[in-house]
């Protein structure tokens, strides 16, 4: 019922700065919350950062003062600005969106930090 799609990865250097965006569309007005995950190979999904419908924000300690979420909700979007990123921080990026209890995904978009 809810629909993501990522947009944005590439390829940047260590110390670099990217943002990626995650558009959302079909029962949007449901969506409680908006999150960003992140899956390197061989590891485990993780949160990195989410963003309530109230504005609050949610981070994971690794991206604490490199990473800001945010929404423009006339576009029905959510982004994440990534600054100082390191080679941990490559992964793919995945779009997550909450609808009470129901959590919805989009396909992903690759990031890579080069050293």
């Known amino acids: 019922q809810v629909q993501l799609v990522e947009s944005g990865g590439g390829l940047v250097q260590a110390g670099g700065s990217l943002r990626v965006s995650c558009e959302a569309s079909g029962n949007i007005f449901s969506i409680n919350a908006m999150g960003w995950y992140r899956q390197a190979p061989g590891k485990q999904r993780e949160l990195v950062a989410l963003i309530t419908n109230g504005g609050q924000t949610t981070y994971r300690d690794s991206v604490k003062g490199r990473f800001t979420i945010s929404r423009d909700n006339a576009k029905n979007t959510v982004y994440l600005q990534m600054n100082s990123l390191k080679s941990d921080d490559t992964a793919v990026y995945y779009c997550?969106?909450?609808?009470?209890?129901?959590?919805?995904w989009g396909q992903g978009t690759q990031v890579t930090v080069s050293s």
């Open positions: 997550n969106a909450w609808v009470h209890t129901t959590g919805y």
